[in-house]
């Protein structure tokens, strides 16, 4: 079982930037596909950005295509949302996901293991 922490959250302005990190551990991290999903206040979790075990094969909403990258790094068990142009909209608790079946993509199901959320606020 893996355990993930978020970190990097913060209040920026608009068109600022921000990265968010997720540490994992207790777990061969390289076998997990990675995603980010998002939380705003009153709407459902949704799908920002997943990538697959290897590193080399990437998924976005098409909401921040462009503006957002996720990378990782297995040597170091970390995975990484690099967040440009960052809009009011964007405000949203983010959250870092798991899939032992190396599924990339945006079905939240699909996800074994969530960590606990890092705020990201936008102001305008």
């Known amino acids: 079982q893996v355990q993930l922490v978020e970190s990097g959250g913060g209040l920026v302005q608009a068109g600022d930037s921000l990265r968010l990190s997720c540490a994992a551990s207790g777990g061969t991290f390289g076998i997990y596909a990675m995603g980010w999903f998002r939380q705003a206040p009153g709407k459902e979790r949704e799908f920002v950005a997943a990538?697959?075990?290897?590193?080399?094969?990437?998924g976005y909403a098409d909401s921040v295509k462009g503006r957002f990258t996720i990378s990782r790094d297995n040597a170091k068990n970390t995975v990484t949302l690099q967040m440009n142009s960052l809009k009011p909209e964007d405000t949203a608790v983010y959250y870092c996901a798991a899939s032992r079946l190396g599924y990339y993509g945006g079905t939240i199901r699909a996800y074994d293991y969530w960590g606990q959320g890092a705020q990201v606020t936008v102001s305008s």
């Open positions: 990538i697959n075990r290897s590193g080399g094969s990437t």
